[in-house]
């Protein structure tokens, strides 16, 4: 058995009894469709074998008592006086909480132990999986009947107002909504969604960790969103039924920007070539046509990097190596950028040696190793436990 179900298990059984409950919730990756989330547009998350572990059990009274088996801490308190705590982990926790109360669902108290392997900050959304994990170990426990549509919004409010991180509604829906071996168009308007398969026995997908985090991330994704939301408003003057970026074309944003600041029309450019571009994509997984899928992620990239300005040197360093090596078809900066991973589409037997090799000239370039993680697509929140 997976040893991380293990240790949720035998940590919650070493400090509290016997669990309830053990539940699954994994990190994701987005395939193609980056910054499209907030521009009404599409994506194209999966959810990976890395996931974050949740052991959950009621108590008689209304207190919370949690331990986390990865920063080797515990949390005590209880359900009357949820508030920001220093130890951060247990926010994502108390989040929850909060937004099921605020809702009308109010919990009793309970034990939880949490355990994961997703690399944390490095845009695979461990902050998604421990929501995820909790909200669905609670509805259980709890009985609330909550449907997963509903538990993914109700975790995105949860990071958005106890955590305060301003993210969409994609993380939370992959980590909910994953199937193995499947890909999710989501519609980021409609919130409908469209399984694709996503399997080859020639290809694989490998992650690499920059290691950067830039600190300019956060200022820049709002500008970004500024934008946007800039280039909107000047398309309505002409076209009054483009409520957003996704019903513009290519061509309408060349036409009717032409008067507006060169930065927002590549901004509004990128943005509309990606959502068309995550549509083709599709078309190509129908088909199985792995290397035209891959021609896109290198597209993806150079406009994230040409166009939308989010990547940076370390980043075009790792997909350009992609680039140059005949057995990857595909890489691209994945998420928010300024830092974080690439994704690659790597020849199954080729991956060894251009981890190898990529590891090697960004450690002599940048000092730092990168880390390289093969992720396979697996099954999205699901209840995994108890087990002995
Ligand atoms: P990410 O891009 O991985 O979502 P965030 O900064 O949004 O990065 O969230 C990371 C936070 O989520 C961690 O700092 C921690 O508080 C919480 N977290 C992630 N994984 C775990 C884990 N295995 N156990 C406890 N908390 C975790
Ligand atoms: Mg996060």
């Given at each position: 058995?997976?040893?991380?179900?293990?240790?949720?298990?035998?940590?919650?059984?070493?400090?509290?009894?016997?669990?309830?409950?053990?539940?699954?919730?994994?990190?994701?990756?987005?395939?193609?469709?980056?910054?499209?989330?907030?521009?009404?547009?599409?994506?194209?998350?999966?959810?990976?074998?890395?996931?974050?572990?949740?052991?959950?059990?009621?108590?008689?009274?209304?207190?919370?008592?949690?331990?986390?088996?990865?920063?080797?801490?515990?949390?005590?308190?209880?359900?009357?006086?949820?508030?920001?705590?220093?130890?951060?982990?247990?926010?994502?926790?108390?989040?929850?909480?909060?937004?099921?109360?605020?809702?009308?669902?109010?919990?009793?108290?309970?034990?939880?132990?949490?355990?994961?392997?997703?690399?944390?900050?490095?845009?695979?959304?461990?902050?998604?999986?421990?929501?995820?994990?909790?909200?669905?170990?609670?509805?259980?426990?709890?009985?609330?009947?909550?449907?997963?549509?509903?538990?993914?919004?109700?975790?995105?409010?949860?990071?958005?107002?106890?955590?305060?991180?301003?993210?969409?509604?994609?993380?939370?829906?992959?980590?909910?909504?994953?199937?193995?071996?499947?890909?999710?168009?989501?519609?980021?308007?409609?919130?409908?969604?469209?399984?694709?398969?996503?399997?080859?026995?020639?290809?694989?997908?490998?992650?690499?960790?920059?290691?950067?985090?830039?600190?300019?991330?956060?200022?820049?994704?709002?500008?970004?969103?500024?934008?946007?939301?800039?280039?909107?408003?000047?398309?309505?003057?002409?076209?009054?039924?483009?409520?957003?970026?996704?019903?513009?074309?290519?061509e309408i944003v060349k036409q009717e920007l032409h008067?507006?600041?060169?930065?927002?029309?590549?901004?509004?450019?990128?943005?509309?070539?990606?959502?068309?571009?995550?549509?083709?994509?599709?078309?190509?997984?129908?088909?199985?046509?792995?290397?035209?899928?891959?021609?896109?992620?290198f597209i993806t990239h150079k406009g994230l990097s040409?166009?939308?300005?989010?990547?940076?040197?370390?980043?075009?360093?790792?997909?350009?190596?992609?680039?140059?090596?005949?057995?990857?078809?595909?890489?691209?900066?994945?998420?928010?950028?300024?830092?974080?991973?690439?994704?690659?589409?790597?020849?199954?037997?080729?991956?060894?040696?251009?981890?190898?090799?990529?590891?090697?000239?960004?450690?002599?370039?940048?000092?730092?190793?990168?880390?390289?993680?093969?992720?396979?697509?697996?099954?999205?929140?699901?209840?995994?436990?108890?087990?002995?």
């Open positions: 058995m997976n040893l991380l179900i293990q240790d949720a298990g035998r940590y919650y059984r070493e400090h509290f009894g016997e669990p309830n409950i053990i539940v699954r919730s994994p990190g994701r990756i987005n395939l193609i469709g980056e910054h499209t989330d907030y521009n009404d547009g599409f994506a194209l998350p999966a959810s990976i074998d890395n996931a974050v572990y949740v052991s959950i059990g009621a108590r008689t009274d209304d207190q919370i008592h949690l331990f986390s088996v990865d920063y080797k801490e515990f949390y005590k308190g209880n359900t009357a006086t949820i508030e920001i705590s220093l130890q951060s982990w247990a926010n994502y926790i108390l989040a929850i909480v909060d937004v099921l109360q605020k809702a009308g669902y109010n919990c009793g108290g309970f034990n939880a132990v949490v355990r994961g392997d997703i690399p944390i900050g490095a845009g695979l959304s461990s902050s998604a999986a421990v929501e995820c994990a909790t909200i669905f170990a609670l509805n259980e426990l709890f009985g609330f009947k909550l449907d997963r549509m509903t538990m993914v919004k109700m975790a995105q409010q949860a990071e958005n107002e106890f955590i305060g991180v301003r993210c969409g509604i994609m993380d939370q829906f992959a980590s909910m909504f994953g199937k193995p071996d499947q890909v999710i168009e989501l519609d980021c308007r409609s919130l409908d969604y469209t399984y694709f398969p996503f399997e080859s026995a020639e290809y694989e997908l490998l992650l690499i960790n920059s290691r950067v985090k830039h600190s300019l991330a956060d200022s820049e994704y709002n500008l970004r969103r500024l934008d946007c939301e800039a280039g909107v408003a000047h398309l309505q003057r002409f076209h009054p039924n483009i409520k957003s970026l996704r019903d513009a074309t290519p008067l507006l600041d060169k930065k927002i029309v590549q901004r509004c450019l990128y943005v509309v070539e990606e959502i068309a571009r995550v549509q083709e994509a599709c078309e190509d997984l129908k088909r199985g046509d792995f290397i035209s899928f891959g021609k896109k992620m040409e166009l939308y300005n989010v990547s940076c040197p370390e980043l075009d360093f790792l997909v350009n190596a992609a680039a140059a090596h005949k057995d990857v078809i595909g890489a691209r900066m994945m998420g928010g950028g300024f830092g974080g991973c690439t994704l690659n589409l790597v020849k199954k037997e080729a991956l060894a040696e251009f981890i190898d090799r990529v590891s090697e000239t960004y450690l002599e370039t940048y000092g730092v190793l990168p880390g390289a993680y093969p992720v396979t697509i697996e099954g999205g929140t699901a209840v995994v436990g108890p087990a002995k």
